[in-house]
């Protein structure tokens, strides 16, 4: 038998070492050499319905590879889409069956990236955007359980740099995968690595892709609050911070008077509750601000995601401490402008426009009223709780329920607002600060916990519905026509 070289003995230690700290450098299962790009095929839990209208000549059109969007702030340039529901729903495109999870799908050119649970696999699911047919699918095992049954899939979406797909688990397993192949190139297991507590209800803030890097919200005991990785080997670039835990608000970029910033909203599970604001600068993680801001509840989370203003950030929470807007100095640092308890944003993200900010303020179902507040005051200007009557049909009857919006998401969109309702009903409405003003509604299906934020890309809206429907329909992707005439 051959005695393998030194390289081989020192490559083999290496690559011993790094199982043994949850890290995996390459694909080990798959051949690096010539890759095949699958080609898209129908699977079982696939039902096509009908091909979509084909995009206004003009339109404006946008991949969503990020959280919150292209632009990080649940505010898309899409343009020509569907005005009005004429009384009926949008056209079904396609829908897919799936297993358990809350995260939104990505979707980089014609791929989509389905992120989800199946029995005991963690599973990523590339599928062609315009039919469901899939391209490839990729999976690792799980044990987790939510201590609190919400759900024992993933939390948070796919994000893409346009040729690799990365995914971050519930279990803090962070993987990075080929876009066209599906193939491994790499794998970290935060967990075992930094002690990560899988906190309430496991990992779910969504990493931040930012100029080559990684960013993730870790919280590991004792730090690093945040941490940096390469996109392209996985390998550490920086820490930061060593008094929060994880949170559920993703990692948020913007260029300030400072520079370009990374604002992390931290703080999950600790006795005493601690959290609040960092804002780091992405080229070595030097942080600029710690803004204390957290419910003092032990069972409280920051979960909304900040909200950056030119130089000003809003942050808030449910649990007690509110919603406050800080100044961004020329140093990073930050002042408090105001701070209250009128906009208190659970885990969806508050919209701004034209110097206000909307949102549904509380944890909800019930008492969860849509709220405009004045950004540079912090003044309410109103508050409106829709009364959404719905027709439910069950054992032959037909009763009617007022199913308000909830814990709805808000998406602003070629020239006004997508919400979409808890129980999943879609409607436009008119961000003014003069009062509620709804243009359309429609109700898509009967479900609860339709939480995720839906992904528009090319006029095509995907929405996950997370629990199963009254009428029997299963989890599912939904795919439907949003292109206008």
Same mark, same amino acid.
């Given at each position: 038998m051959r005695r393998p070289s030194l390289q081989e003995q020192i490559a083999s230690h290496l690559c011993a070492l790094c199982f043994s700290i949850g890290f995996v450098p390459f694909a080990f299962s798959q051949s690096p050499d010539n890759p095949v790009t699958p080609e898209a095929a129908t699977q079982p839990e696939l039902t096509f319905h009908a091909p979509p209208k084909p995009l206004h000549p003009e339109a404006v059109t946008e991949d969503w590879s990020d959280f919150l969007g292209p632009t990080h702030n649940a505010i898309s340039h899409e343009t020509h889409l569907l005005k009005s529901f004429d009384e009926g729903r949008p056209n079904l495109v396609w829908?897919?069956?799936?297993?358990?999870?809350?995260?939104?799908?990505?979707?980089?050119?014609?791929?989509?990236?389905?992120?989800?649970?199946?029995? +005991?696999?963690?599973?990523?699911?590339?599928?062609?955007?315009?039919?469901?047919?899939?391209?490839?699918?990729?999976?690792?095992?799980?044990?987790?359980?939510?201590?609190?049954?919400?759900?024992?899939?993933?939390?948070?979406?796919?994000?893409?740099? @346009?040729?690799?797909?990365?995914?971050?688990?519930?279990?803090?397993?962070?993987?990075?995968?080929?876009?066209?192949?599906?193939?491994?190139?790499?794998?970290?297991?935060?967990?075992?690595?930094?002690?990560?507590?899988?906190?309430?209800? @496991?990992?779910?803030?969504?990493?931040?892709?930012?100029?080559?890097?990684?960013?993730?919200?870790?919280?590991?005991?004792?730090?690093?609050?945040?941490?940096?990785?390469?996109?392209?080997?996985?390998?550490?670039?920086?820490?930061?911070?060593?008094?929060?835990?994880?949170?559920?608000?993703?990692?948020?970029?913007?260029?300030?008077?400072?520079?370009?910033?990374?604002?992390?909203?931290?703080?999950?599970?600790?006795?005493?509750?601690?959290?609040?604001?960092?804002?780091?600068?992405?080229?070595?993680?030097? =942080?600029?601000?710690?803004?204390?801001?957290?419910?003092?509840?032990?069972?409280?989370?920051?979960?909304?995601?900040?909200? =950056?203003?030119? +130089?000003?950030?809003?942050?808030?929470?449910?649990?007690?401490?509110?919603?406050?807007?800080? !100044? =961004?100095?020329?140093?990073?640092?930050?002042?408090?402008?105001?701070?209250?308890?009128?906009? !208190?944003?659970?885990?969806?993200?508050? =919209?701004?426009?034209?110097?206000?900010?909307?949102?549904?303020d509380g944890h909800g179902p019930q008492n969860a009223p849509i709220v405009c507040i004045e950004l540079a005051t912090g003044k309410e200007l109103w508050r409106h709780e829709p009364e959404w009557i719905t027709p439910v049909e069950s054992d032959g009857r037909t009763q009617e329920y007022n199913l308000a919006p909830a814990l709805a998401s808000f998406l602003l969109v070629d020239g006004r607002c997508l919400v979409l309702g808890q129980y999943g009903h879609l409607a436009w409405i008119d961000l003014n600060p003069n009062g509620y003003k709804e243009l359309d509604r429609t109700h898509l299906f009967l479900a609860r916990q339709t939480w995720a934020l839906p992904t528009l890309s090319k006029g095509l809206l995907y929405i996950v519905q997370n629990d199963p429907g009254v009428d029997g329909t299963p989890t599912r992707l939904l795919c439907y026509d949003l292109r206008g005439s």
């Open positions: 829908e897919v069956a799936k297993g358990e999870g809350y995260a939104a799908p990505a979707v980089i050119g014609n791929r989509l990236i389905l992120f989800h649970r199946v029995g +005991n696999e963690t599973r990523v699911e590339c599928l062609q955007a315009d039919t469901g047919k899939r391209y490839w699918k990729y999976g690792y095992p799980t044990s987790y359980r939510d201590r609190y049954g919400f759900g024992n899939g993933p939390r948070c979406q796919p994000i893409s740099d @346009g040729e690799r797909v990365f995914v971050y688990g519930v279990e803090a397993k962070l993987t990075c995968l080929d876009l066209e192949t599906g193939q491994l190139v790499w794998q970290r297991d935060l967990k075992a690595e930094f002690g990560h507590t899988l906190d309430f209800f @496991g990992a779910g803030a969504t990493p931040l892709l930012e100029n080559g890097q990684i960013i993730v919200n870790v919280g590991a005991p004792g730090g690093p609050c945040v941490a940096s990785f390469d996109a392209q080997t996985g390998a550490l670039e920086w820490t930061a911070g060593d008094q929060w835990g994880p949170s559920y608000a993703s990692p948020i970029p913007a260029d300030t008077q400072a520079g370009r910033r990374v604002f992390v909203f931290a703080g999950g599970e600790s006795r005493p509750a601690t959290g609040g604001l960092l804002v780091i600068d992405p080229e070595d993680g030097r =942080i600029d601000c710690r803004f204390p801001w957290r419910g003092v509840r032990y069972e409280s989370v920051n979960a909304s995601s900040p909200v =950056i203003v030119d +130089n000003h950030v809003y942050i808030s929470e449910c649990y007690g401490a509110g919603g406050a807007l800080l !100044n =961004i100095e020329s140093d990073g640092s930050c002042s408090l402008a105001w701070k209250n308890e009128i906009l !208190n944003t659970h885990f969806m993200t508050a =919209i701004h426009k034209d110097g206000y900010l909307y949102g549904v």
